[in-house]
């Protein structure tokens, strides 16, 4: 069961670089807790040439995400990673995190044609 208020993108089509939704995920975590944030490919990912995607969790202390804003950086994905049915990520949120957190989705050599993707945050790795 996932919690529609904490999708960063709810299969979202990514042909350019873009930002998703902004999420409040508080101050701080209950004891015990320990969310994961998932990003996972929806649809396969096309492009004419040898398009690219990086993913940042980005947090702020205001919504508005004003400086300053933390950033978590994953890797680079290449077109081969992006098949239907991939995880790119499943990791715990980074402790330091700010109040409100997005995540920043940027396209290089692109644009994608086609591909979808969804983020969010779970309290379980065990999705299918």
């Known amino acids: 069961m996932l919690d529609k208020e904490l999708l960063y993108f709810d299969s979202k089509s990514i042909t350019a670089s873009e930002n998703s939704k902004v999420i409040n995920t508080g101050k701080g975590s209950a004891i015990g807790i320990e969310p994961l944030l998932i990003v996972q490919v929806e649809e396969d990912f096309t492009a004419a040439?040898?398009?690219?995607?990086?993913?940042?969790?980005?947090?702020?202390?205001?919504?508005?995400?004003?400086?300053?804003?933390?950033?978590?950086?994953?890797?680079?994905?290449?077109?081969?990673?992006?098949?239907?049915?991939?995880r790119l990520l499943a990791i715990r949120l980074p402790f330091g995190m700010k109040e409100f957190t997005r995540i920043a989705a940027t396209v290089a050599t692109g644009p994608f044609t086609a591909g979808k993707l969804s983020a969010f945050i779970t309290l379980t790795r065990d999705l299918r």
């Open 49 to 86: 040439g040898a398009a690219t995607l990086s993913l940042k969790l980005q947090s702020a202390i205001a919504e508005a995400f004003g400086t300053p804003i933390d950033e978590f950086t994953t890797k680079t994905f290449a077109l081969a990673d992006l098949k239907a049915g991939n």
